[in-house]
């Protein structure tokens, strides 16, 4: 478990140093997802970007933490 917190807190630290600055809460990210208001397509685009992320994330961890040497 010791390796998982490690890996997780080394992957945000990539998205401190991120190019595209990376929402602080999901409240943030629905503030800027409102730019275009009335726009119903932002708020699917914005739920769909998020899916994908937790999906990657996912993805990720059981790629690098499903051997018994990684636990």
């Known amino acids: ?5 490690k890996y997780i807190k080394k992957e945000l630290k990539k998205l401190e140093n991120s190019f595209v600055k990376t929402p602080e809460s999901r409240q943030e990210l ?3 997802g409102e730019l275009e208001k009335g726009n119903g ?3 699917l685009l914005m739920q769909m970007a998020v899916q ?3 999906k990657i994330a ?3 961890i059981n ?3 499903t051997s018994d040497e990684n636990l």
């Open 30 to 32: 629905e503030e800027f």
């Open 63 to 65: 790629e690098n933490f």
């Open 58 to 60: 996912m993805e990720e």
């Open 41 to 43: 397509r932002n708020a």
């Open 1 to 5: 478990m010791k390796n998982l917190n």
């Open 52 to 54: 994908f992320g937790y």
